[in-house]
């Protein structure tokens, strides 16, 4: 399984971005997918995730700023990032929760991150 992540970029404070992040290769299920992201020097934080139901949590940072979504069709997880401050700078990366089989178990995996920075 593979998790690619686009969309990531320089923009300035007030600003959006959306990021993808689209998973491929043996999947029968996936039920979390969701989004991290770590500053320099700091730890991987979780910023939101969203449950196959559609069900969403968020960090307090970005609640009423940015928005999860998904396409279970496609299994692809999207960010809606807006009103951007330069805290929010930093590499962001995505994750699944995905059962490759239905007679195995559920496995995390990540994608291997995109750059976001907010600056003027």
């Known amino acids: 399984v593979q998790l690619q992540a686009s969309g990531g970029g320089l923009v300035q404070p007030g600003g959006s971005l959306r990021l993808s992040c689209a998973a491929s290769?043996?999947?029968?299920?996936?039920?979390?997918m969701g989004w991290y992201r770590q500053a320099p020097g700091k730890q991987r934080d979780v910023v939101a995730f969203?449950?196959?139901?559609?069900?969403?949590n968020y960090a307090d940072s970005v609640k009423g700023r940015f928005t999860i979504s998904r396409d279970n069709a496609k299994n692809t997880v999207y960010l809606q990032m807006n009103s951007l401050k330069p805290e929010d700078t930093a590499v962001y990366y995505c994750?699944?929760?995905?059962?490759?089989?239905?007679?195995?178990?559920?496995?995390?995996?990540w994608g291997r991150g995109t750059q976001v920075t907010v600056s003027s």
């Open positions: 994750n699944a929760n995905v059962r490759p089989d239905p007679a195995e178990t559920w496995y995390a995996y």
């Open positions: 290769g043996s999947i029968f299920s996936i039920n979390e």
């Open positions: 969203i449950h196959s139901r559609g069900n969403t």
